[in-house]
């Protein structure tokens, strides 16, 4: 059965390792520090989708607060 929850910065950091650069340019991935304390301000959630104990997928998601958007995605 799959399990989807919430990513320790273990786990963060070891994904961002293997596969985000494999599964991103270099351009669009931020440094891990910044990951990191985005996730720690509540700003950044990193989910993972396990089956088993393996890892089958990820998500990385970025928060913006209520009104704002990101001129770079308009």
Excluded: H, N, W
Excluded at 17 to 23: A, G, K, M, R, Y
Excluded at 34 to 51: H, N, Q, V
Aim: aromatic share 10%.
């Amino acid at each position: 059965m799959e399990e989807l929850r919430e990513l320790t910065a273990a786990e963060i950091e070891a994904i961002y390792e293997t596969c985000l650069p494999l599964d991103f340019p270099p351009e669009e991935i931020k440094p891990l520090a910044r990951i990191l304390s985005m996730k720690d301000e509540g700003k950044y959630t990193a989910l993972g989708i396990y089956a088993e104990g393996t890892l089958l997928g990820y998500a990385f998601l970025s928060q913006a607060r209520f009104g704002e958007t990101d001129e770079r995605i308009v």
